[in-house]
């Protein structure tokens, strides 16, 4: 298949328990025994036949699958449409281009395109219907522009069918990992496009995926089934059913009941969930490696927030061992800092912030914040007092939040807490309407470069939240000139200036290190993760 598996830690093997029917003769000769071995047979045949349909369950509907654009569900994406390179766990591999070679410069990428796929409209995926895509994503630039690699661009051209050129203003070191994640530079076939665009919608979800999309009820299903025309290795499961199920502990009893056969996901599968089924044998836990990092982000532009001494107390206030303990029953580790040290660039030594209760209520009392006669600090007649918002379709965010405001009421800090469901929030959250917000970063393999590059526009709550920093001009600058780095010790350097300013900020709250999860029937194989968290190797899983 395209995506080699990266990593699967599994939390728990647990041997097969295999559940099987027996079905006994009947009493009256030959004949009844006849028959009932020919049913026993052709249950068996059904059974076999269904090994090759998998069930899914997602706590949300597919909703827009237009590659170029935002809203869907990535894993499904995943599925369906394919980029000119993949990203694996021993770097870039070809995809739709077989090979590719940069400029001296590093500002002429030439791709030689892939011969002999189609998308499954039967379309030819050249270098004619790769520029198409592209010139599709660039009359949406604006839609883009999070993506550095937007502002550089020059031009796109396809010399011929078989070669597509993409140039550049300046070298841009992140270029082949944007090309090779989910979107927006992933390809949909020409026609299904509308009038030559897909920023207005598209008309089909037509890619060169190992599967193809056959059937949709919003909330309720959508059916996948393997895509014959696929130009790589054919995935054993032949039909992906994928139902809607929001509620965390209706996915669980499902599973339970046999109506689903994987529940996949950071935030689809709680610790409670992954410990029960570390001892069962019906079913088998799956853990990956940290893939991103929970954090709580600050808004500086509020009065309270805007001063860093509180920002700095809030985090000395935080005890991020108790909430890997309480909450995740340590499987999701405590996070020191904004970019675990494992990711590219961020092992640079910075001192993290330690719980401690006490320092965090004298640094308090040193900024003015004292407390009242109804336990609650106040500084020149203005309580301390502070709203937290969570994506309520988080099965852990709530969790944290009220363990939060519990603890930071014993320091006199009130804490409102609210949840909206996920698209309020993250509208919310981008335009800046909240004083304390969940977030993650961005995770594999978008850190720590398209993190930091999203926080100069206003994408995420990154942007807003660091309106008030009396350094925000200097760290833009210093991200736009590490995407343009060509000297790698001075990318570092960049690294580690925008990388000590935002921890000495104190702009993010550091929670856990995410890890994602799956839970799933023990008849199931090949369950892992690949270097892009937000994928599904359903094309690596079998059943036996």
Request: glycine share 8%; aromatic share 10%; net charge negative.
């Amino acid at each position: 298949m395209k995506k080699k598996l990266l990593y699967t830690c599994l939390a728990g093997v647990i041997s097969a328990a295999v559940l099987a029917g027996c079905s006994k003769a009947p009493a009256g000769g030959k004949e009844a025994a006849a028959s009932a071995k020919a049913e026993e047979s052709q249950e068996a045949g059904q059974s076999e036949k269904a090994r090759e349909e998998l069930v899914f369950v997602n706590y949300r509907d597919i909703r827009d699958l237009n590659p170029h654009l935002y809203a869907g569900e990535m894993y499904a994406q995943e599925m369906l449409y394919e980029t000119l390179v993949t990203i694996t766990e021993d770097g870039y591999a070809p995809c739709l281009a077989e090979s590719w070679t940069i400029s001296d410069d590093g500002k002429t990428y030439t791709f030689k395109i892939r011969k002999g796929v189609t998308f499954s409209d039967g379309e030819v995926c050249d270098a004619n219907a790769i520029k198409a895509n592209f010139d599709a994503i660039i009359e949406n630039k604006d839609r883009h522009t999070w993506l550095e690699m937007m502002n550089l661009l020059v031009g796109v051209s396809a010399p011929d069918e078989e070669t597509f050129v993409i140039e550049l203003s300046k070298p841009y070191y992140p270029m082949l990992t944007e090309l090779g994640v989910t979107r927006p530079f992933a390809m949909i076939s020409p026609k299904a496009m509308k009038g030559g665009s897909t920023k207005d919608g598209v008309s089909a979800y037509v890619g060169t995926g190992a599967y193809i999309l056959k059937e949709s009820v919003t909330d309720e299903y959508a059916i996948f089934e393997a895509n014959e025309s696929y130009w790589g290795e054919k995935p054993k499961v032949k039909k992906i059913t994928v139902k809607v199920i929001p509620d965390n502990q209706t996915r669980i009893l499902a599973l339970e009941k046999g109506e689903i056969d994987l529940i996949f996901g950071k935030n689809m599968i709680d610790a409670d969930a992954v410990n029960k089924y570390k001892e069962s044998g019906d079913f088998k836990v799956s853990l990956s490696e940290p893939t991103s990092t929970r954090q709580i982000v600050l808004n500086t532009t509020n009065d309270i927030l805007k001063e860093k001494a509180v920002r700095q107390a809030i985090q000395h206030a935080t005890n991020r061992k108790a909430i890997s303990d309480g909450v995740f029953y340590g499987l999701e580790k405590p996070a020191d800092t904004l970019f675990a040290e494992s990711t590219p660039y961020c092992k640079i030594g910075l001192t993290p912030y330690e719980y401690d209760a006490e320092k965090a209520g004298q640094m308090l009392d040193e900024a003015g914040w004292v407390m009242s006669g109804n336990n609650i600090r106040e500084k020149d007649g203005k309580a301390l007092k502070l709203s937290l918002l969570y994506n309520s379709d988080s099965v852990t965010e709530k969790t944290i939040a009220e363990y939060l405001q519990s603890e930071f009421g014993k320091l006199g800090m009130g804490l409102e807490i609210k949840g909206e469901e996920e698209q309020s929030y993250r509208d919310n959250m981008k335009a800046g309407h909240f004083d304390m917000v969940f977030n993650i970063c961005w995770g594999t393999p978008y850190d720590p470069q398209s993190s930091l590059s999203a926080m100069r526009q206003p994408v995420y709550g990154d942007f807003a939240a660091q309106q008030g920093l009396e350094d925000k001009k200097e760290i833009d600058e210093a991200i736009s000139e590490i995407l343009v780095s060509t000297d790698e010790a001075k990318r570092q350097e960049l690294y580690r200036f925008v990388l000590t300013r935002l921890h000495e900020d104190a702009v993010y709250i550091p929670l856990t290190y995410e890890c994602n999860k799956a839970i799933y029937s023990s008849s199931l194989k090949g369950v892992g993760f690949t270097q892009t968290q937000y994928e599904v190797p359903f094309g690596q899983m079998y059943f036996e």
